[in-house]
């Protein structure tokens, strides 16, 4: 059986599109990362989530996952409320920064992980479309206060996976899924 370790309809949605049957089981893995890059968290964070649902399901293989955007060494997680939404995206408006997905598939056997990063640019936004953005309500559930999907006129450029960006880079997932070469046995 495939769990997924994640409440995200996107997650779920990309996973349901690669044709895969699976449960949604959300994670409580307590999320904690002072001292690690962008890189490092969503690693982390992907192989927590998919750990404390493995060791409330062992005989499952369990699918975690988290998304981190970056800008200047700077992490940019889930806003915390709509001011904190608008900081992040006046900080991202007109510029470049990475996204990062980490991705765990654990079972009894071991782990297989993978950080797939995607290059984003911004438009330089301005602030009546900040504010517009802000309160769809939309930004507030998303790392870096955004989803490149809303389609709002934010981005400007991707480099890289599209669905790494939403949330789940669904090629390297596949792959991982299939028992194809492509995560890090650890």
């Known amino acids: ?94 510029k470049t920064h990475s996204v990062f997905t980490g991705v765990c598939l654990a079972d009894m056997g071991g782990r297989k992980e993978l950080v797939v990063e995607s290059r984003v640019t911004f438009y330089a936004l301005s602030e009546a479309l900040i504010e517009e953005y802000v309160k769809t309500g939309s930004s507030l559930d998303k790392a870096g206060a955004y989803g490149i999907q809303d389609g709002f006129p934010l981005v400007e450029r991707c480099e890289g996976s599209f669905t790494n960006v939403v949330g789940l880079p669904v090629e390297e997932v596949r792959a991982l899924l299939e028992g194809a070469p492509g995560g890090n046995k650890c």
């Open 1 to 94: 059986m495939l769990i997924l370790a994640s409440n995200s309809p996107r997650r779920r949605e990309l996973l349901a599109q690669l044709g895969f049957s699976f449960a949604v089981e959300p994670s409580r893995f307590e999320e904690c990362a002072a001292g690690l890059s962008a890189r490092e968290t969503a690693a982390r964070f992907a192989r927590g989530k998919a750990e404390e649902v493995l060791s409330r399901f062992p005989g499952a293989r369990v699918l975690g996952a988290d998304t981190v955007v970056a800008l200047e060494g700077e992490i940019f997680g889930k806003p915390a409320s709509s001011e904190d939404a608008k900081r992040m995206l006046r900080a991202l408006s007109g």
